[in-house]
């Protein structure tokens, strides 16, 4: 073991480097010191050891009862043996024993130091732990030096990370020794020291790519609403601004798009759509099916948040995306369920109703062809809805008079009875 005032020197320069507060390393030397002793003599003696926190001198002893007949000699000494030491020698009193450390101080020197690097090992782990954890949704650096079963093995320097096949982009392809960035996105401790999951798939990854090109983010003048992600395919980014006088999404392209080019780069060429925000759904809807333009977007249902959105034919493809992703993503961002139809497609729902609304119109007798394309333009084709209807409510309408109406009214209920 070390010497006196040494020992200390020691401590203190590990609790500096290593943040392991000096005594509970003391804490480890005495109870080493314990366990060499019981080693060296029997594990049923009662001994206890302080280590002076001022000269770092080390110092044990036995402890023993005070008994008339010794049955116990390690844990018991008669009434004369306490006399010869000059302690109390009343039944039932302890008596300590000093020890020469020396005897058994290498076999405590050798468990200490496993404990002492024990505990350095873990204090160095939770420290790390503590460190990445703060890290989580932050961009890392690292190079790739293992490739097992899809996932990537990354060296970040202090540690190693993992960026499995689920956080990968499919398009994207990485080789052993290449540099690489990804979000992390977990970080726990386990039986074998800390596991950290790395993603090049997540929304984070965007978002913090932008936060790092885009000053105005950073600075929270422009911020970020939503993101949605199909990862290698489209990104959707709806963002606002606090400064009226600071155009979101121009903030976010740059200058000839000189701040969102290094983002679509490290994306691989993905394609990133920025719609601006609005707390109106009609404009926002609009803005997140972009690059497609629309013609009109009519709420359905503020309750469902459901949405109707019309497009010319040209652009109806564009305004779906391959495979429906397009729609999908700006589904997503918004929030609401969107239908998207073509004039052509709305034009041709139209004249099927017109005629399925005729064809019921057919069923009322007495009726001519010239009444009938009134009823259905003002949308009166349900006879149960006809049926009760008074003389007033149809002479409203242009050429029907009180006669027509009652006629009407009369062969809608003719009509019902069938």
């Known amino acids: 073991m070390a010497e006196k005032g040494e020992l200390l020197m020691a401590l203190e320069q ?40 001022e000269t770092g001198e080390m110092v044990a002893s036995v402890i023993k009862v005070v008994v008339k007949d010794v049955a116990k000699p390690l844990v018991e000494i008669s009434v004369q043996d306490a006399k010869k030491l000059g302690q109390s020698s009343e039944i039932g009193a302890e008596v300590k024993i000093y020890l020469d450390t020396q005897d058994f101080s290498r076999i405590a020197a050798q468990t200490a130091k496993q404990v002492i690097v024990q ?36 060296d970040l320097g202090k540690t190693e990370a993992v960026l499995p096949g689920s956080e990968q982009v499919f398009k994207e392809k990485f080789n052993e020794g290449q540099y690489i960035r990804a979000v992390i996105v977990k970080v726990e401790k386990n039986i074998k020291g800390l596991e950290i999951v790395l993603s090049r798939a997540s929304t984070e990854l965007v978002k913090r790519l932008f936060e790092l090109e885009v000053p105005e983010i950073y600075e929270k003048i422009v911020e970020i609403v939503n993101v949605v992600r199909d990862a290698g395919m489209r990104t959707k980014i709806a963002v606002s ?10 903030a976010c392209v740059g200058v000839r798009g000189a701040r969102i080019k290094p983002i679509i780069d490290e994306l691989r060429g993905e394609r990133i759509d920025l719609v601006s925000y609005f707390s109106d759904p009609a404009k926002y809807i609009a803005g997140a099916l972009s690059p497609a333009k629309t013609i009109s977007v ?36 918004t929030g609401w369920r969107i239908d ?15 005629e399925r609304q005729t064809e019921a119109l057919e069923k009322l007798e007495d009726l001519s062809e010239k009444t009938r394309k009134i009823l259905v333009k003002a949308g009166f084709t349900d006879m149960e809805k006809l049926a009760l209807l008074a003389v007033e409510d149809l002479i409203t309408l242009p050429c029907i008079g009180p006669k027509t109406a009652e006629k009407i009214i009369e062969s809608a209920k003719k009509s019902l009875r069938r």
């Open 298 to 333: 009519v709420i359905i249902s503020e309750e469902d948040k459901k949405a109707e959105v019309l497009v010319t034919d040209d652009m109806l493809s564009l305004a779906i995306g391959k495979n429906g992703h397009n729609v999908r993503l700006a589904a997503k961002l």
């Open 241 to 250: 601004s606090n400064n009226p006088k600071v155009d979101p999404v121009g």
């Open 340 to 354: 998207v139809k073509s004039e052509g497609q709305k034009k041709h729902e139209s004249e099927a109703k017109v």
């Open 119 to 154: 505990k350095i090992r873990e204090s160095e782990r939770d420290s790390l732990f503590e460190e990445m954890k703060e890290k989580v949704g932050q961009i890392t650096t690292g190079t790739i030096y293992r490739i097992a079963n899809k996932n990537l093995i990354v």
């Open 14 to 53: 590990i609790e500096k480097d290593k943040k392991i507060r000096k005594e509970d390393i003391l804490t480890v030397i005495e109870n080493a010191l314990v366990s060499a002793y019981k080693k060296h003599v029997g594990r049923n003696v009662n001994v206890e050891a302080k280590v002076n926190t």
